[in-house]
Antibody, heavy 117, light 107 residues
Framework: EVQLVESGGGLVQPGRSMKLSCAAS????????MAWVCQAPKKGLEWVAT????????YYRDSVKGRFTISRDNAKSTLYLQMDSLRSEDTATYYC??????????WGQGASVTVSS | DIQMTQSPASLSASLGETVTIECRAS??????LAWYQQKPGKSPQLLIY???SLHTGVPSRFSGSGSGTQYSLKINSLQSEDVASYFC?????????FGAGTKLELK
């Protein structure tokens, strides 16, 4: 069974950093591109970033470029999102998702991030 | 960026009814479109990909259609477990973009 389990969320002050992790199991992690998607409270979904199966390529939405870094450790089957210079508008639930031919076909349960003083 | 305009924003329907949700892209996305279902407090789940392909395990009452810039999701014979929000998403080009969502309720 495919499982994606996010961790590392919580309350953080504006301007500070936070790192999310997503532990994958039930599939061969290093065969798949992976993504992060966020959802602000009571709002819609927003794609955040994508990383290729081998980590060689990354893509970001404009609002997080230069502040967020997506990475992966294939030996640990784990995806990461390093979030720096956090802003109140980054407050959201962050989901990791597996990409199969560009489609998000498996999602984690989400990690809640609240940016507030 | 490709804008995805989804309608309606909310929808109320009776059990057994057929409902249709529309999604319009700001440019041709060449069937690079997925539909997701999100139940309250849960993560999104893939329903349809490539505009009209049913994801594994999804009931056949769900179907997708469309091409170019216009796409739709149809739910035949609405069931109580279909109460959820539905989102379209284009993956033809980065940044991936989602529609604003349709909240489906029972009448």
């Amino acid at each position: 069974e495919v499982q994606l389990v996010e961790s590392g969320g919580g309350l953080v002050q504006p301007g500070r950093s936070m790192k999310l992790s997503c532990a994958a199991s039930g599939f061969t992690f290093n065969n798949y591109d992976m993504a992060w998607v966020c959802q602000a409270p009571k709002k819609g979904l927003e794609w955040v970033a994508t990383i290729s199966y081998d980590g060689s390529s990354t893509y970001y939405r404009d609002s997080v470029k230069g502040r967020f870094t997506i990475s992966r450790d294939n030996a640990k089957s784990t995806l990461y999102l390093q979030m720096d210079s956090l802003r109140s508008e980054d407050t959201a639930t962050y989901y990791c998702a597996r990409l199969t031919s560009y489609v998000m076909d498996a999602w984690g349960q989400g990690a809640s991030v609240t940016v507030s003083s | 960026d490709i804008q995805m305009t989804q309608s309606p924003a909310s929808l109320s329907a009776s059990l057994g009814e057929t409902v249709t949700i529309e999604c319009r892209a700001s440019e041709d996305i060449y069937n690079g479109l997925a539909w997701y279902q999100q139940k309250p407090g849960k993560s999104p789940q893939l329903l349809i990909y490539n505009a009209n392909s049913l994801h594994t395990g999804v009931p056949s009452r769900f179907s997708g259609s469309g091409s170019g810039t216009q796409y739709s999701l149809k739910i035949n014979s609405l069931q109580s477990e279909d109460v959820a929000s539905y989102f379209c998403q284009q993956y033809y080009d980065y940044p991936y973009t989602f529609g604003a969502g349709t909240k489906l309720e029972l009448k």
